[in-house]
């Protein structure tokens, strides 16, 4: 089978892109696979997938082959031009000798290699010409084959001959260096590949590393050293427009960029540490935007009531938790799933992260005085039905978003409290009176981000006792196997290649919520007590905290219990 033909069968790549790529061929030549590559169309794990099946060379695990031993790369260095072999992108990674008499020349029996471009046939004819030895392939990404040569040779030797002293034409100079490009493209194709929301890039004094935060969890993708680092810092700056030379202040970008015919935007940020320059890379994906508020992990029981909520005519609902729990997610679904012809709905953020179509968007800027209150104040006058303000950050935006809710507007908006009992006395805490937040609170939502189980390797999963003894899961299953339809099915996953061995593959949110009524007003006014506020939701509302809704989504198989406890 054709290249192609292989792409579209594994992967369902298209025939036009396909098409694309062919005719590019024809102009400039080259492989069709590295030019569906260089279009965004395929990434190159997906290309080292289809060579795989077309040449039945298989794939290279990491787990079964550790690597060449420093004493047979050694060996080998005093047969073979090993420089020239991982120039050509051919590294070897284990080697067969034959035992030979006391200070007798040293024999090759065979060698293993890993590359990327298995079309050289120029390379094993060398190898069998000098060396004399069968040779095996196995077919590797770029970042393994970097990873696994790095101590064999430093790779980016050219980039370590230069000295930099902070000279600003030398950063530019490296950051536009082919391995730099090269190496950074396959940070971010690994990234998407593994479903990455962030990409951490951290000095260090003796390594930096790169960290991949994935389902919410950061994990160490590898180790470079300084000056590769230095190199990819100053890349990343370049195409999110910051300037390179400076490294004493904080700075934030973005740019845009097409990785494995996945359309992203990346939100830059970097900030000076004590022993170098540290970037965060936010990976946006546009084609992934589904905001369906019954995809939310919201139970059936508690969906009328953030329904209900945020069908009011007026009043503020707040969502609250800590950063990173999903509340800007949920507050655009809530949005969503309003009814965008009849009412007008202006938001205030800070960032906009996704642009959704017919909502009107406000990016705030405090270097120029557009902060959340002034934002609101002006948006009063564009007569909005529905107005979203990002975060509640100072008692100014508070009074302004009370005051909005009070002059008949639905504000949602967001605050960092630990549960949602709390949000209310966090807000006395701003300086707000009492009587103002019963007049305009409608209801506040809690949320924390769990990771799912992996659906390709989860297992069904039998409690110990101790477990249930010491978590109300099976009080919870009774209490609501009739009114959720709640199936005793709880499962746990092994690790597999689809979710890198950690068990968990996507996310869903744990809720808690209240519908602000007047029994509760009243109390709140009375006792001032947080105490006496959970008591009587938990015993007169049907109150949910969080733990326990994270409970009944173990008992039905999309968690683990370690998950629940670790953000609850």
Not at 27 to 52: D, K, P, R, W
Not at 88 to 99: L, T
Not at 436 to 443: E, M
């Amino acid at each position: 089978m054709l290249i192609g033909e292989i792409l579209t069968e594994l992967f369902g790549i298209g025939t036009n892109e396909i098409g694309r790529a062919l005719e590019l061929q024809k102009e400039v030549g080259g492989f069709i696979g590295q030019i569906l590559i260089s279009m965004g169309a395929i990434n190159e794990i997906q290309l080292m997938a289809a060579l795989s099946k077309q040449m039945d060379i298989p794939l290279f695990d990491k787990e079964s082959h550790p690597g060449l031993s420093p004493e047979h790369f050694a060996k080998l260095s005093g047969i073979l031009d090993t420089e020239y072999l991982i120039r050509q992108r051919y590294v070897p990674i284990s080697a067969e000798f034959e035992s030979t008499e006391d200070n007798g020349p040293t024999k090759c029996r065979s060698i293993l290699f890993i590359t990327n471009d298995p079309f050289k046939s120029s390379v094993l004819d060398y190898v069998s010409k000098v060396a004399g030895c069968g040779t095996g392939l196995l077919l590797a990404t770029e970042q393994l084959i970097n990873e696994l040569s790095r101590p064999l040779q430093t790779l980016d030797k050219d980039l370590v001959s230069l000295n930099i002293d902070d000279n600003p034409e030398l950063l530019r100079e490296m950051a536009s260096e082919a391995p730099v490009i090269k190496f950074l493209n396959n940070v971010l194709s690994n990234a998407v590949e593994l479903r990455a929301s962030d990409i951490h890039m951290e000095p260090s004094e003796s390594s930096c590393r790169i960290k991949l935060r994935i389902d919410g969890v950061l994990h160490e993708a590898e180790s470079i050293n300084e000056k590769l680092f230095l190199a990819l810092v100053s890349r990343v700056k370049l195409l999110a427009g910051l300037d390179i030379a400076e490294k004493r202040l904080p700075q934030d970008g973005k740019f845009s960029t097409k990785i494995s015919a996945t359309l992203i935007d990346v939100r830059v940020s970097s900030i000076p540490f004590a022993i170098g320059e540290g970037v965060v890379m936010r990976l946006l994906y546009r084609e992934r935007l589904t905001f369906d508020i019954t995809k939310l992990g919201i139970e059936k029981d508690m969906a009328p009531v953030i329904l209900d909520l945020i069908n009011m005519p007026y009043g503020i609902l707040l969502v609250t938790g800590p950063t990173g729990s999903g509340k800007t997610t949920s507050l655009y679904s809530m949005l969503s799933s309003l009814d965008k012809k009849e009412k007008k709905i202006i938001t205030v953020e800070d960032p906009v992260e996704y642009k959704i179509d017919g909502i009107n968007q406000i990016q705030v800027k405090d270097e120029i005085g557009l902060s959340f209150a002034a934002c609101l104040r002006s948006i009063l006058r564009h007569d909005p039905d529905v107005i979203m303000v990002g975060e509640i950050r100072d008692p100014e935006t508070a009074a302004v978003a009370v005051q909005s809710a009070l002059t008949g507007h639905l504000v949602l908006s967001t605050l960092h409290t630990n549960d949602a009992p709390s949000s209310l006395f966090r807000l006395i805490e701003m300086g707000l009176e009492g009587y103002l937040l019963n007049a305009s609170i409608l209801g506040i939502i809690a949320q924390r981000i769990i990771r799912r189980n992996c659906q390709f390797c989860s297992k069904p999963f039998v409690p110990p006792e101790g477990l249930l003894s010491k978590y109300p899961i099976m009080a919870l299953y009774e209490k609501y196997k009739d009114v959720l339809d709640l199936k005793f099915d709880m499962k746990r996953g092994t690790g597999c290649r689809k979710c890198a061995g950690t068990g968990y593959r996507g996310m869903i949110a744990i809720y808690e919520a209240f519908k602000y009524t007047e029994d509760l007003k009243e109390m709140f006014l009375k006792d001032q007590s947080i105490i006496a506020m959970r008591r009587s939701l938990v015993e007169n509302h049907g109150f949910r905290p969080l733990r326990e809704d994270g409970l009944l989504k173990v008992i039905a198989g999309t968690t683990t219990v370690e998950e629940v406890l670790r953000v609850s």
